[in-house]
């Protein structure tokens, strides 16, 4: 495990207090006030100030080209709006008519870089790219410079004694059989449980039983919705968790920071392993440890292909989300404060997704921050939806953190992925946050949890290139990176 990718190695995880959550990003908050502004170091002083000088420089170039003829300028500003209306196009169709729109958005600014080469406006294309590039770069990398620490806090913990391991050897197209995982953990002094029998079988009873015999640790090698389910027993009886990443997608292993190709490294933990206290999710008295969702989400969810393929099913259904459900209608209410009427997605996360994760496929930074995601969509129309490209600022897109969320609908019933799993919930559905309320073994050696890089937060960047030497330096010394 790299330096960067290493949690920080701070006091024991313990019920105590959660360390920075540093959700990546700037979500309105519903509850949570803004603390005291912290010190901008000199270094991200002037990379903010080199991010904005290059910018402008680049805009200047552009306007200068098009200055030159009022035709090139206006084709610019034109091919703009194009790319960004075939984008919306792409997203929100399908058929021929998509490709149709995925070619324009290609071909229209190739059109206007050819149109300025052949007004003799090569340089300053040329200049105007350099300068954007090195905007972002600089901007990306005093926006890193300001973020929390990664990583959430571990600590030493003794091998349990009496393991017990639930495993599904359907799960993950048979990963169980493929890395030999039940005879594997058996010769690690673990008792295993395999779900093969011919009906279903009553996990949480199979869980409870173990707990009642003496077992100390609690693991599942198994999909994100039986791992959430044996995860709250673990921690009704503050048991140590173990997460064998023998799922499809294996989200939760994924934040864990586990090894996905190798789902066997994950019973090192058994013998050498740290722990860190996490927090879970309740939805209708329900754990869940990945996310819920509802409306077009939760119908993404029922789809037969979702199971077998998340990522790809999500995405190629994503024009409905975008561009309209007929499903009942909802209304969320976060902390009893902030009221969204009638989107048309919504997914409540066991903390905040990434920022520019608008659909809930990326990472979340942190798992004890001691709040919910919430991300809602509300796009009514073409212009909305271009919005919405932008990220999360955007006008049909809301991204919160909140402890407490309740869905209402008009509707009596209605469904919900909870974990990946469709379920039908009585209405009103409410959504609360057990803060560090699991204690998750984990291998000492686990490949880690790579920071992706940040948004252009403007805000934070405006602040971090304005404030002036004498009041960057007042105050508490930055904590070090």
């Known amino acids: 495990m790299t330096d960067a990718e290493k949690p920080n190695q701070g006091p024991a995880a313990g019920r105590g207090p959660a360390g920075p959550a540093g959700p990546a990003g700037p979500p309105d908050r519903a509850v949570t006030p803004e603390g005291p502004s912290l010190p901008v170091p000199a270094s991200q002083r002037w990379l903010a100030r080199l991010a904005y000088a290059a910018a402008l420089g680049a805009v200047a170039m552009l306007i200068t080209g098009g200055l030159s003829s009022l035709a090139v300028l206006t084709a610019g500003g034109l091919g703009?709006?194009?790319?960004?209306?075939?984008?919306?196009?792409?997203?929100?169709?399908?058929?021929?008519?998509?490709?149709?729109?995925?070619?324009?958005?290609?071909?229209?600014?190739?059109?206007?870089?050819?149109?300025?080469?052949?007004?003799?406006?090569?340089?300053?294309?040329?200049?105007?790219?350099?300068?954007?590039?090195?905007?972002?770069?600089s901007a990306r990398a005093a926006l890193v410079l300001a973020r929390p620490p990664s990583g959430m806090p571990e600590r030493e913990a003794p091998p349990p004694a009496r393991p017990f391991l639930i495993m599904n050897p359907r799960s993950g197209g048979g990963k169980v059989g493929q890395f030999a995982l039940d005879a594997k953990a058996a010769a690690l002094g673990a008792e295993v449980a395999l779900l093969d029998g011919p009906g279903p079988t009553d996990v949480a009873a199979l869980a409870r039983t173990a707990v009642a015999d003496g077992a100390d640790l609690l693991g599942v090698a198994g999909g994100d919705g039986t791992q959430a389910l044996v995860a709250g027993i673990a921690a009704d009886h503050d048991l140590p968790f173990l997460v064998v990443s023998a799922g499809t997608r294996n989200h939760f292993a994924m934040d864990l920071g586990l090894d996905r190709k190798r789902p066997d490294a994950g019973l090192d933990a058994l013998r050498d392993g740290v722990e860190i206290c996490l927090d879970l999710g309740l939805i209708g008295g329900r754990t869940f440890v990945n996310n819920a969702s509802f409306g077009a989400y939760a119908e993404v969810v029922q789809s037969p292909a979702y199971r077998?393929?998340?990522?790809?099913?999500?995405?190629?259904?994503?024009?409905?989300?975008?561009?309209?459900?007929?499903?009942?209608?909802?209304?969320?209410?976060?902390?009893?404060?902030?009221?969204?009427?009638?989107?048309?997605?919504?997914?409540?996360s066991n903390n905040p997704y990434e920022f520019g994760d608008p659909i809930g496929l990326g990472r979340r930074p942190r798992l004890d921050g001691g709040v919910l995601g919430v991300i809602a969509i509300t796009v009514d129309n073409a212009a909305q939806a271009v919005e919405l490209l932008r990220g999360r600022h955007a006008g049909g897109l809301r991204t919160l953190v909140a402890h407490e969320v309740v869905v209402e609908s008009d509707a009596p019933r209605i469904p919900v992925g909870i974990d990946g799993e469709a379920v039908l919930m009585p209405t009103p559905v409410r959504l609360t946050i057990r803060p560090l309320a699991l204690r998750v073994r984990v291998p000492r050696g686990r490949p880690g949890v790579p920071r992706s890089k940040p948004p252009i937060d403007l805000a934070l960047l405006r602040h971090q290139a304005l404030t002036v030497a004498r009041l960057a330096g007042s105050g508490a010394a930055p904590a070090r990176r």
């Open 80 to 137: 703009l709006v194009v790319t960004l209306a075939a984008i919306w196009w792409f997203l929100s169709n399908r058929g021929a008519l998509r490709w149709v729109c995925a070619a324009v958005a290609v071909a229209v600014p190739i059109a206007v870089v050819v149109l300025y080469i052949a007004r003799g406006q090569f340089w300053s294309i040329v200049l105007a790219l350099l300068l954007s590039a090195l905007a972002v770069t």
């Open 308 to 348: 077998d393929d998340k990522r790809g099913t999500t995405l190629r259904l994503l024009p409905e989300t975008l561009s309209g459900h007929q499903g009942p209608r909802l209304v969320v209410r976060i902390d009893g404060e902030v009221v969204i009427e009638a989107p048309k997605a919504v997914l409540i």
